[in-house]
């Protein structure tokens, strides 16, 4: 049985809780030992019925990058569309993306059809290959981190046009874009959007609740 020690317990809460959505890279490539890592501690992420429904399209070339990039940057600008000002302003002073900057670009996809046709535990949940998928995401995420490299989660895309650039197939669903490489400024105490006063983290408090939506049990009742 693998048992930790205090210290590296602690440092396993101390990745987590330094672990930062990075857009701005150095162009310094990563060594291909710690890309290897990063791609392990993916591949062993827990997944439900042990479908492992990931694959890892490893994105190197300038050109595909701007290709992806260029879809950004259309889905970035209908976003901002959407919003009212002063947030419309504030939106466009942030920076979304960093696919042409980052020396490594990750696309991690789903296959709802691994261990087809029947996955243990998927029964009744149907999308749980997704979520399994994006523990494969964190866990990458968080390897990172303890690497000092940086990653981004690029979200505002159009997935259906991401596929046809890489060549996924149909039935695979792209889940995360990801891009890698060494934070240009390094790791920021907190969150780049709680740094520019987009939201604040919400308080653990309000979050949890004990045996039911409502909150705890009234314990008078069951007397």
């Known amino acids: 049985m693998v048992s930790f020690t205090a210290a590296e317990r602690d440092a396993v ?6 672990r930062r959505d990075i857009r701005r890279f150095r162009p310094e490539p990563i060594p291909e030992d710690v890309l290897e890592r990063l791609i392990q501690a993916a591949h062993h992420a827990p997944s439900v019925g042990f479908s492992q429904p990931w694959d890892l399209i490893v994105v190197r070339e300038d050109e595909t990058k701007t290709e992806v990039a260029e879809i950004a940057d259309r889905a970035i600008a209908a976003a901002r569309e959407g919003y009212e000002e002063p947030r419309r302003s504030d939106f466009a002073d942030l920076k979304l993306e960093g696919i042409r900057e980052s020396p490594i670009n990750i696309c991690v996809t789903c296959d709802p059809t691994r261990g087809a046709p ?7 949940m149907r999308r749980t290959d997704v979520y399994s998928t994006c523990l494969a995401v964190q866990n990458l995420w968080l390897a990172a ?3 000092g490299v940086g990653v981004g989660w690029v ?17 695979v669903k792209p889940v995360a874009y990801l891009c890698l490489g060494y934070p240009e400024d390094g790791f920021p105490d907190e969150p780049v959007l709680q740094q520019e006063g987009w939201r604040e983290r919400l308080a653990v408090e309000e979050l949890v609740h004990e045996e039911g939506w409502e909150g705890e049990r009234n314990r008078d009742d069951d007397a």
């Open 155 to 171: 979200s505002v895309l159009y997935p259906y046009e991401v596929q046809e650039v890489l060549g996924i197939p149909p039935h």
């Open 118 to 124: 029947h996955v243990l535990g998927r029964s009744s």
């Open 13 to 18: 809460y101390k990745t987590i809780y330094a």
């Open 145 to 147: 981190r303890a690497e």
